[in-house]
């Protein structure tokens, strides 16, 4: 009897190879990106997407965003029938816009409006890369554009939240255009004493980052956010040098100078608050 129970076979778990490891159940969990753990969709939503784990800042998609920063009913969209086009007859581009807009529910990888935040009135837009990478076409540089002259002619402030791969290269030098009509219209918003806030996510990059994106009165970003320029490999390539683990972190530009704060997300309405409230006239930071 003694004999049969030393006798047993063991039993031991079975290991799930890496393939079970990487599956997710779609719609109902999320791993983490940067620490790998998973957890309930609903639970990373609740945390406006931050990972509870290590504090990774996943994307915010536009409506997110302002949902999470505005007053509930308070925002007003505007130019939301200004839709890209095709003006270079590129090929295949109209099929790709279209099946952005199925995807994300948007006509262009930009929503601008106005609203209140924590009853502060202030202009706004934000960059989704869900669509076209939030690459900057002619008509994403039109609707900021149009957002900043309507904050100078409502002298309300202005907040934009940055998330770009760069120009959009199916539209050409019409894309690069983009980076000086935006850049006029703020200073000439700067010039009339407006105020402009800008919070750079992840990625921030190309065109966007060498333009409007780097020209607010405040310069904020998200912790971990790329932002940069160039891509890493080819500065190495031209520079004949080896760049800093952390280079076109957020972190990085911080720490030279480039960035007035980096902030993290849940402290991101409290601290944009406060700027309008210092800024409102009469305004107070108490």
């Keep these: 009897m003694l004999k049969d129970l030393f006798s047993k076979k063991k039993k031991y778990a079975s290991i799930p190879n890496e393939q079970a490891k990487l599956d997710v159940p779609e719609g109902l969990m999320k ?9 309930y969709r609903k639970e990373m939503n609740k945390n406006l997407n931050v990972c509870p784990n290590c504090g990774h800042h996943h994307q915010l998609r536009a409506w997110e965003r302002i949902e999470s920063l505005f007053d ?4 007003q969209e505007w130019d939301s029938g200004l839709a890209p086009s095709n003006p270079l007859g590129f090929p295949g581009y109209e099929e790709k816009l279209q099946k952005d807009r199925e995807k994300t529910g948007l006509n262009e990888g930009v929503v601008t409006g106005k609203g209140l935040i924590d009853g502060q009135a202030t202009a706004f837009a934000v960059m989704d890369s869900s669509f076209r990478m939030g690459s900057m076409g002619s008509v994403m540089g039109e609707r900021i554009a149009r957002a900043i002259e309507n904050a100078k002619e409502q002298s309300l402030p202005f907040i934009i ?16 255009m983009q980076m000086s009509k935006t ?4 200073k000439r ?7 402009m806030i800008s919070v750079m996510t992840h990625p921030t990059t190309g065109g966007v980052s060498a333009s409007f994106a780097s020209l607010g009165d405040y310069n904020f970003a998200e912790p971990g956010a790329l932002i940069g320029f160039a891509g890493r490999r080819i500065i190495e390539q031209t520079t004949r040098e080896k760049l800093p683990d952390d280079f076109q972190t957020a972190e990085f530009l911080f720490k030279h ?3 007035d704060q980096v ?7 409290q601290l944009l608050v ?11 930071s108490s």
Excluded: N, P, W
Excluded at 31 to 39: G, H, M
């Design 189 to 195: 918003f700067s010039e009339a004493g407006g105020l």
């Design 31 to 39: 791993k983490c990106d940067s620490c790998y753990k998973i957890f």
């Design 263 to 269: 902030v993290h997300r849940h402290d991101l309405k």
């Design 274 to 284: 406060t700027i309008l409230k210092i800024h409102e006239k009469g305004g107070t």
């Design 183 to 186: 850049s006029v219209a703020i």
């Design 72 to 75: 509930e009913g308070t925002f």
């Design 161 to 176: 939240f940055t998330a770009s791969g760069g120009a959009r290269m199916q539209e050409g030098v019409l894309s690069l």
């Design 257 to 259: 100078g480039q960035l």
